[in-house]
């Protein structure tokens, strides 16, 4: 049974930072893609950070430059660190999972995974 479980949301102001961890069971880090994904209040979800098995990371343009994706294998974690934060940044964020690992998969269809957390509310204001 895979269980993601999300923390790290909150309240903060324009340009501030927040780290998001995404702890998994039942699942190792090591073994697909992963993501972030967020969804505004009124809008579609969309992909924002993926990271394939080597650590590759890849973003989504809004995000490059403010945001980093990680994971810890032996915490068995998943983290986004989010700098520079802006108003259009507040969403419900969610970690997923996959144990796809070819790069032609499109990360940021929620159709390529499989496993999601329950979400963490980030609020910038």
């Known amino acids: 049974h895979v269980q993601l479980v999300e923390s790290g949301g909150g309240s903060v102001q324009s340009g501030g930072s927040l780290r998001l961890s995404c702890a998994a069971s039942?699942?190792?880090?090591?073994?697909?893609?992963m993501a972030w994904f967020r969804q505004p209040p009124g809008k579609e979800r969309e992909g924002v950070a993926a990271i394939d098995t080597a650590g590759m990371p890849t973003y989504t343009y809004s995000v490059k430059d403010r945001f980093t994706i990680s994971k810890d294998n032996v915490k068995n974690t998943l983290y986004l660190q989010m700098n520079s934060l802006e108003v259009e940044d507040t969403a419900m964020y969610y970690c997923?999972?996959?144990?796809?690992?070819?790069?032609?998969?499109?990360?940021?269809?929620?159709?390529?995974?499989?496993?999601w957390g329950q979400g963490t509310q980030v609020t910038v204001s």
């Open positions: 997923a999972a996959d144990t796809f690992t070819d790069p032609a998969r499109v990360w940021s269809s929620q159709d390529s995974f499989a496993y």
């Open positions: 039942g699942y190792s880090v090591s073994q697909g893609y």
